[in-house]
């Protein structure tokens, strides 16, 4: 079972800048895929980015431009960078690890909060 350690959500003013880490316990095998999804109240949860092990990302087309994603492999950690905030960014923020052989894992999700 891969663990996943979850960083740095929270409150911030529209038009300001958080980061967002991710680690997981397991190797690179099992986080072929790293990615960030969110959920508002009401609403499914969406994908925000992804990004495979040799760096290839996707972005929602809400986020593009604004959010960037990373990997750090010999850390096992993905990074959300989130800049020029909205209100509407605001949700509860989850990492995604899925392995090589398909299998997926959620971290517990932590709250962002975009409002002045």
């Known amino acids: 079972q891969v663990q996943l350690v979850e960083s740095g959500g929270g409150l911030v003013q529209p038009g300001g800048s958080l980061r967002l880490s991710c680690t997981t316990s397991?190797?690179?095998?099992?986080?072929?895929?790293m990615g960030w999804y969110r959920q508002s109240p009401g609403k499914q949860r969406e994908l925000v980015a992804t990004?495979?092990?040799?760096?290839?990302?996707n972005y929602a087309d809400s986020v593009k431009g604004r959010f960037t994603i990373s990997r750090d492999n010999a850390k096992n950690t993905v990074y959300l960078q989130m800049n020029s905030l909205k209100p509407e960014d605001t949700a509860v923020y989850y990492c995604?690890?899925?392995?090589?052989?398909?299998?997926?894992?959620w971290g517990q999700g932590m709250q962002v909060t975009v409002s002045s």
């Open positions: 995604n690890t899925v392995s090589a052989i398909g299998s997926s894992s």
């Open positions: 397991g190797s690179i095998f099992s986080s072929y895929i």
């Open positions: 990004i495979t092990s040799g760096g290839s990302t």
